[in-house]
């Protein structure tokens, strides 16, 4: 078990204890500028060390270039100019891989590459042993709620992030095991390994066990979520991109992804991890407990639904049928053994090689030349120039 240096994590609230959400309406014209004002508001100065380093988690759902699936180039372009500024100048970008994502290629489809490179932003990679080490954690204030029993040797997570700042860039979307997806499930890239699948028949009681991990071993965490184009279906991957020009930011997890939450169609307290987590007292679920300042207000959130669905892919199915439908017993076999290759194979090959080419390029191509923040996108390269061989050829022709 690891050595953990003690942290005393920064909570910032109201007068009266409200944790604040900032939501400010955007721009591509305007988008930078609007990063920073979010993050005055949500006042990140307070909420972040200056006197360490502060570890930049971007999120790669799909190496392959969607709207609303990953890190948006400005979010990071923006951040990153406005922590500077705030005197955050120690900045490193932290990726992870998953079984079917690849990092490297992500930042290279999805623009991250000429904004790390701009700002001279080193990035190091969780899988990488040069980078950082994977150490058994146990937690200081009591047990795992499933941690533990899910992975009996130990919970191992990675030595880099102790004693940091994380400022987690998520975007808002739906997704197929949470309904949606924003902050929290921002951790479990980071802090669990390629196996941390094994996890999703209790994806919401994971996400409330990481959250605790990141109060005791983070000096400070803040979110920056973008909905300028958010996701709805079946995410986190195959979804319909609708553009809503809006950024969140807080400090607490839980108020962020309530906000969140409750944007796209859900009851905050419905969602399991978030009222997990209100419960236990790691962050606000409730919206009266919530104070959103900026361009929106507490009651223009409780009084917003985006109507977005979740709904169904072809892979979504096959995981829902062995995770949580009849074939669950034989989950640890077919997802904890060898076989489970055979399900990433599909996966890949579905995602990547039948349902990209054969529908995605097209809301792609949509997006980049029919949204003005598609054009923005493009301001920061085209990625299939870039690398236009393979399934890169199959980008559809504008007539």
């Given at each position: 078990?690891s050595?953990?240096?003690?942290?005393?994590?920064i909570?910032v609230t109201?007068?009266d204890?409200k944790?604040i959400v900032?939501?400010v309406?955007?721009?591509?014209?305007?988008?930078?500028?609007?990063y920073?004002?979010?993050?005055d508001?949500?006042?990140?100065?307070?909420?972040?060390?200056?006197d360490?380093?502060?570890?930049?988690?971007?999120?790669?759902s799909w190496?392959?270039?969607y709207p609303?699936?990953?890190?948006t180039?400005?979010q990071?372009?923006?951040?990153?100019?406005k922590?500077?500024d705030?005197g955050?100048?120690?900045?490193?970008v932290?990726?992870?891989?998953?079984?079917?994502?690849?990092?490297?290629?992500?930042?290279?489809?999805?623009n991250f590459?000429?904004?790390?490179?701009?700002?001279?932003?080193p990035?190091?990679?969780n899988?990488?042993?040069?980078d950082?080490?994977?150490?058994t954690?146990?937690?200081?204030s009591?047990?795992?709620?499933?941690?533990?029993?899910?992975?009996?040797k130990?919970?191992?997570?990675?030595?880099y992030?102790?004693?940091?700042?994380?400022?987690?860039?998520?975007?808002?979307?739906?997704h197929?095991?949470?309904?949606?997806?924003?902050?929290?499930k921002?951790?479990?890239?980071?802090?669990?390994?390629?196996?941390?699948?094994?996890?999703?028949?209790?994806?919401?009681?994971t996400?409330?066990?990481?959250?605790?991990?990141?109060?005791?071993i983070?000096?400070?965490?803040?979110?920056?979520?973008?909905?300028?184009?958010?996701?709805?279906g079946?995410?986190?991957?195959?979804m319909?991109?609708?553009?809503?020009?809006?950024?969140?930011?807080?400090?607490?997890?839980?108020?962020i992804?309530?906000?969140?939450?409750?944007?796209?169609?859900?009851?905050?307290m419905?969602?399991?991890?978030?009222?997990l987590?209100?419960e236990a007292?790691?962050?606000?679920?409730?919206l009266?407990?919530?104070?959103?300042?900026?361009d929106?207000?507490?009651?223009?959130?409780?009084?917003?639904n985006?109507?977005f669905v979740?709904?169904?892919n072809?892979?979504?199915?096959?995981?829902?049928?062995?995770?949580?439908?009849?074939?669950?017993?034989?989950?640890?076999?077919?997802?904890?053994?060898?076989?489970?290759?055979?399900?990433?194979?599909?996966?890949f090959?579905?995602?990547?090689?039948i349902?990209?080419?054969?529908?995605?390029?097209?809301?792609?191509?949509?997006?980049l030349?029919?949204?003005?923040?598609?054009?923005l996108?493009?301001?920061?390269?085209?990625?299939?120039?870039?690398?236009?061989?393979g399934?890169?050829?199959?980008?559809?022709?504008?007539?």
């Open positions: 078990m050595d953990t240096p003690d942290v005393t994590h909570d109201t007068s204890g944790s900032a939501a309406r955007t721009s591509p014209e305007t988008v930078i500028e609007d920073a004002r979010l993050l508001i949500a006042r990140v100065s307070e909420a972040l060390r200056p360490t380093t502060t570890i930049l988690k971007n999120n790669i190496h392959m270039l609303s699936a990953n890190t180039p400005w990071i372009e923006g951040v990153t100019r922590l500077r705030e955050f100048d120690d900045l490193v932290v990726e992870n891989r998953t079984v079917v994502t690849q990092a490297r290629k992500g930042e290279r489809l999805n590459t000429p904004v790390h490179e701009k700002y001279r932003l990035v190091r990679y899988f990488n042993p040069a950082m080490r994977w150490v954690y146990e937690p200081k009591g047990p795992f709620l499933v941690l533990d029993k899910v992975f009996p130990g919970v191992r997570i990675p030595d992030f102790f004693g940091k700042n994380v400022v987690h860039l998520p975007t808002v979307k739906t197929i095991y949470t309904d949606y997806t924003c902050a929290l921002n951790a479990f890239g980071g802090l669990l390994d390629k196996t941390r699948h094994y996890t999703h028949s209790v994806i919401h009681e996400l409330v066990d990481l959250l605790r991990v990141q109060k005791e983070q000096a400070g965490t803040f979110a920056v979520a973008d909905a300028t184009t958010a996701g709805s079946p995410g986190p991957r195959t319909t991109p609708v553009v809503k020009n809006l950024l969140l930011a807080s400090n607490d997890q839980v108020a992804d309530a906000v969140a939450a409750k944007l796209i169609g859900f009851d905050p419905d969602v399991k991890c978030i009222r987590a209100h007292g790691l962050g606000k679920g409730r009266d407990e919530i104070e959103v300042l900026g929106l207000d507490t009651a223009e959130v409780k009084n917003t985006w109507d979740v709904g169904d072809a892979a979504s199915k096959v995981g829902d049928f062995f995770w949580f439908g009849p074939m669950k017993p034989l989950a640890k076999l077919m997802f904890q053994t060898p076989m489970v290759n055979a399900f990433i194979m599909g996966s090959v579905y995602h990547d090689y349902w990209y080419p054969l529908q995605g390029r097209k809301v792609v191509d949509r997006w030349h029919d949204t003005e923040w598609g054009k996108f493009l301001r920061y390269g085209d990625p299939f120039e870039k690398k236009a061989r399934l890169a050829r199959l980008r559809p022709r504008r007539a």
